[in-house]
């Protein structure tokens, strides 16, 4: 809505907790949330997103796995925040546009599904990312290769390596490694190294999401969300921005939801969701906390709020909730 002439102002907010929402348990998370930011950071937590296509060939359709580390932010009017707390949950760090670009934060792509069987090209978006995961997979075949010879310290002499697929099965190829050797610095020449774009590549595909949500069936659910991700770990002038979470944290994290942060990441692998996570402390000695502009919370719970932020210089104020307009409430 534009009044007077002047456009709203927006803001990006990453709201919590979304799993323990309008429970009893709800501000004590909350609570220890803030404190656990306070204390490291802002949490990026592991989701496997899947993709499949079918093969025109008729062969068994093929699925691909992308496990996303991401902090989510929703780009909104501060009036809109309470519609959107119902969801989400009804704490909310607020930034600026410009404080979180700062911070690496890019708007999602939202790909379109099928919430059936596709008629007709209703899975070409879909197809479009699987082609990304092959050629992050076709880099990550070339980059082991190469690191193989390499480490091995081989020049000459038969090379041996195995690929494949679940629904295709394995097959070793013999190769020389003179003749790889050749092949590859030939395809390479000139440009970004493989053990360079295949980071690329994979950071990428972490910014995908469905725009459906087919589990409800409820067509461009995903999509009106109207999303913002930080994700991965880039690095700035080669310093990674981002932490693995320290054993005390993770013991926080068990504490806090042993339920989500207990359990396996993904089906092949025994590392939890805890331990597959992320931690952003914020920018260069700036602490994550320092770059909120405002921290939303039900009026009830700010006494609690400023406990926790006692003695934390810098912070942003806390604002009640309530004190939003709810004009737009139960709606994005």
Request: hydrophobic residues 40%; charged residues 25%; glycine residues 8%.
């Amino acid at each position: 809505m534009i009044e007077d002439g002047k456009v709203p102002a927006r803001y990006f907010y990453h709201s919590f907790p979304r799993r323990m929402r309008n429970s009893d348990g709800e501000v004590a998370a909350a609570c220890e949330i803030l404190a656990i930011i306070r204390d490291y950071g802002l949490l990026l937590t592991p989701q496997v997103v899947s993709w499949d296509y079918e093969h025109v060939d008729g062969a068994p359709a093929r699925a691909g796995g992308v496990l996303q580390q991401r902090a989510c932010f929703t780009e909104l009017e501060p009036r809109e925040l309470p519609g959107h707390a119902e969801k989400f949950g009804r704490f909310a760090l607020e930034f600026t546009v410009p404080a979180l670009k700062s911070l690496g934060a890019v708007p999602v792509f939202y790909v379109p599904r099928a919430l059936e069987k596709a008629a007709g090209a209703e899975g070409a978006a879909a197809t479009l990312v699987m082609q990304l995961i092959d050629a992050t997979i076709l880099l990550t075949r070339i980059q082991s290769v190469m690191a193989a010879i390499k480490e091995g310290n081989l020049n000459a002499g038969p090379f041996s390596c195995t690929f494949g697929f679940k629904e295709t099965g394995n097959q070793t190829f013999d190769l020389d490694v003179g003749e790889i050797t050749r092949v590859l610095d030939a395809f390479t020449h000139a440009i970004t190294p493989p053990d360079i774009l295949l980071p690329g590549l994979e950071g990428i595909l972490k910014f995908f999401a469905p725009a459906d949500d087919v589990k409800h069936g409820e067509a461009l659910g995903y999509y009106r969300e109207r999303e913002w991700r930080i994700a991965g770990n880039p690095a700035i002038r080669g310093v990674e921005m981002m932490r693995r979470p320290s054993p005390e944290l993770i013991k926080r994290l068990l504490s806090l939801d042993s339920d989500f942060f207990g359990r396996r990441c993904r089906p092949d692998s025994d590392r939890t969701q805890a331990e597959e996570s992320y931690v952003l402390p914020g920018l260069d000695d700036v602490h994550l906390l320092r770059m909120v502009n405002r921290i939303i919370a039900p009026e009830a719970a700010i006494p609690d709020l400023h406990k926790i932020l006692a003695g934390f210089e810098g912070g942003p104020a806390i604002v009640a909730l309530e004190t939003l307009p709810e004009n737009c409430k139960g709606q994005l």
